[in-house]
């Protein structure tokens, strides 16, 4: 049996969706946010022509485009014509034209979150032409943009189509993304880029429903956290100046690095049935503190390294402990 022409679009809406991704998590992409822009709409607007489809018994005739004509007497006519494109094909409705037809029924009317995101996606999209390579402040309104629009695809499409594309659909960001090298106030946008940022920004600010599923922009933090799960992340800190960067505040290191010397030491106490705070304790303790898995010093003179240091330590140092000590 034949699928419904409805599932056929839903089907392109998700490749198109996944193409978006794919090449929006392209680090060296210099096209990646219009791209991502240009995918999303029509990944969007294949979504929103299924639904209307299945509202019409997926008959192709409530998405096609009719006019009328002017008859030889110059009136018009009252028969409407099928509209096609230069190639001969019928023409289908319009992005804009999908939502005012979904606004009919308040089952599938969206939300004016949806429809700030989409907004916000066709603005990226129209005003591509005035930057070549978007700047720090715009890439990153673009991501949170971005963001929003894979997660209310992906709501969206489980409520009218109870499909669940969370496995598929998920905007993998590669960390250098996340900008936090330039200082926001030397950053240099053009003028069409700064119009762009305060639209964008004034959409992310409107009000929407209390309590709805849905977002305009969303905020995104890197946030890394040790975890004990054998599908989890992996990543490591070096000195290598070729590698992505990641900025770790005062607030990252102490989550990272929670123990002084003292809750360290009250740690193996309390952990450990033959521990002291001996020569042993130190001769295992000392070679570890220039491995950051293990511990970070912090300089009073950041960019002096003879000056006065307190040592931090991860708790990462007890499995090398562990091989050492008795625990309770």
């Known amino acids: ?10 089907e392109k809406a998700e490749a198109a969706l996944v193409a978006a991704i794919e090449v929006y998590n392209k680090p060296s992409f210099r096209y990646r946010e219009e791209t991502f822009a240009l995918l999303a709409i029509n990944a969007w607007e294949l979504l929103l022509k299924a639904q209307i489809l299945k509202r019409g018994a997926n008959d192709p005739k409530v998405i096609r485009v009719y006019e009328t004509r002017r008859t030889k007497s ?26 005012v037809e979904l606004d009919k029924d308040p089952t599938t009317r969206l939300s004016t979150a949806i ?16 930057y070549i390579n978007a700047s720090p402040i715009l890439s990153k309104q673009v991501l949170e943009v971005a963001s929003a629009t894979v997660k209310n695809f992906v709501i969206l499409s489980k409520s009218w189509f109870a499909l669940d ?6 905007l993998v960001l590669p960390l250098s993304f996340i ?27 409107a009000e929407t429903e209390a309590g709805s599923p849905y977002s305009v922009a969303l905020r995104v933090q890197v946030k890394l956290e040790r975890s004990k799960l054998a599908t989890a992340s992996r990543f490591q800190i070096t000195n290598d100046p070729d ?7 005062d607030q990252d290191v102490r989550e990272r ?63 090398v402990f562990d091989k050492h000590y008795i625990r309770k």
């Open 1 to 10: 049996m034949r699928p419904p022409l409805s599932a056929k679009f839903v």
């Open 257 to 319: 690095y929670p123990w002084d010397y003292k809750a360290l030491s009250d740690k193996c106490i309390d952990r450990y049935s033959n521990f002291k705070r001996d020569n042993k304790y130190h001769s295992l303790r000392k070679p570890l503190l220039g491995d950051p898995r293990y511990a970070h010093s912090r300089f009073l003179d950041p960019g002096n390294i003879k000056s006065g240091r307190k040592n931090f330590y991860s708790s990462a140092i007890l499995d």
């Open 243 to 249: 590698a992505v960067k990641v900025i770790l505040s």
């Open 165 to 170: 594309f969370s496995d598929s659909l998920s």
């Open 115 to 130: 429809k700030a995101n989409l907004d916000a996606i066709i603005a990226i999209r129209d005003n591509a032409v005035h």
């Open 179 to 205: 900008s936090g090298v330039k200082d926001v106030d030397t950053v240099v946008v053009t003028a069409g880029e700064n119009r762009l940022i305060k639209y964008l920004q004034s959409l992310a600010a």
């Open 74 to 99: 110059g009136k018009t006519s009252k028969k409407r014509y099928l509209k096609r494109n230069r190639a001969g094909s019928p023409l289908t409705v319009s992005l804009p034209a999908c939502i």
